[in-house]
């Protein structure tokens, strides 16, 4: 039977329709069969033919009278605002709606039948069907609004569920992104006061990197994906700074395939590891030593590298904390699709390899 669905779509909760279409066609079958099952008692119908014609009878009456109650309940809520109504009178119009469709259902049906098979309409009389599908109709009309009722409830509490754990995870990631170096930033404030009476120009350049790169960190908090481009132009002022600091003692290379620059990632998921190669590598000695970032394409994934030929060894990578958080972001975003593999390098220095989906969103 078709069940009004006017409460889930006034209530804005999905519906899931394929799960409700199984429950009509259930009650349509267990109507019929309960309908049947009195007509024979009560008309003393006999003969599995004459069973099988009862049983699809009721049905179509079934049919008829579900949807003249989802219709007239339709109608009557747009025509009367129910809505708005007290549950008095949406109670008392839906048991108005329900007595209407169930004697113009059953008229209908024995009317069309009649016109068509008269030897069948005399088998099922006028006032012998009312009588049973009334009361049988009214039943099964509560069961199913009561199903619906547990349906909505269902539904609504699996969506807030949904949406709790969103903002968890959106609240998670947020923690995860506001995390920034503190010595990084005493070091680069340190390096542009004492430029500022050295080289002003440079200071004022160095001034705008910062800026940029600060800027960059608070606008990746609000975008889960920023272009490949973009986040190399970070990566390069956070460089360019540090470079302000060790001089020829760092040396950077940067190979970016061209056609991966629109490519969308994480933010600040590069910064945070050049960092760490800068820390564990150029600081920790006196000799030149060169940082290489790399990004390629990869089958269906791209593989961003950053390599230093530091002192290498397990621990390069400090606490772990910019790794781990990376770790964490990248888990929360895609799963088991990002990956973040890191290591020391066979002939020396260490590794990290970042292998994230394309078209990230």
Do not use: K
Not at 288 to 300: I, K, N
């Amino acid at each position: 039977m078709m069940w009004p669905v006017t409460a889930h779509a006034r209530q804005g909760e999905p519906v899931h329709w394929a799960r409700r279409a199984v429950g009509n066609a259930v009650a349509l079958v267990l109507l019929s069969c309960v309908l049947t099952a009195i007509q024979a008692s009560m008309l003393g119908l006999r003969g599995g033919a004459v069973l099988l014609v009862a049983f699809g009878f009721n049905l179509f009456v079934s049919v008829m009278i579900g949807s003249g109650i989802d219709l007239g309940h339709r109608a009557a809520t747009v025509v009367f605002g129910l809505e708005q109504r007290s549950t008095a009178v949406r109670l008392v119009a839906y048991v108005a709606v329900v007595a209407l469709a169930v004697v113009l259902g059953v008229e209908s049906c024995i009317a069309l039948i009649g016109s068509l098979s008269p030897r069948i309409a005399e088998v099922f009389p006028r006032a012998g069907v009312l009588w049973v599908a009334t009361p049988v109709t009214v039943v099964m009309v509560a069961i199913g609004r009561e199903r619906d009722r547990l349906q909505t409830r269902t539904a609504l509490a699996e969506r807030d569920a949904e949406v709790r754990t969103r903002q968890a995870l959106r609240a998670e990631l947020a923690a995860l992104r506001s995390r920034t170096n503190p010595h990084f930033l005493f070091n680069a404030l340190n390096t542009i006061a004492a430029l500022i009476a050295e080289d002003p120009p440079v200071a004022e350049r160095a001034v705008e990197r910062l800026a940029a790169l600060l800027r960059f960190a608070l606008d990746a908090g609000r975008h889960d994906a920023v272009p490949l481009h973009a986040e190399l132009a970070a990566v390069e002022g956070y460089l360019e700074l540090e470079r302000l600091r060790f001089g020829d003692r760092m040396r950077t290379r940067i190979d970016v395939d061209p056609a991966l620059l629109e490519v969308r990632v994480p933010p600040m998921s590069l910064q945070p590891l050049v960092e760490n190669a800068v820390l564990h590598a150029v600081a920790a000695r006196r000799a030149p030593t060169e940082l290489e970032l790399s990004v390629r394409r990869d089958g269906a994934a791209i593989e961003l590298c950053v390599r230093d030929d530091g002192p290498g060894g397990d621990t390069h990578h400090g606490t772990g904390t910019a790794q781990s958080d990376l770790r964490a972001r990248l888990q929360l975003l895609h799963g088991a699709d990002a990956t973040l593999v890191a290591g020391p390098r066979p002939g020396g220095g260490y590794e990290v390899v970042l292998r994230l989906p394309v078209g990230t969103p």
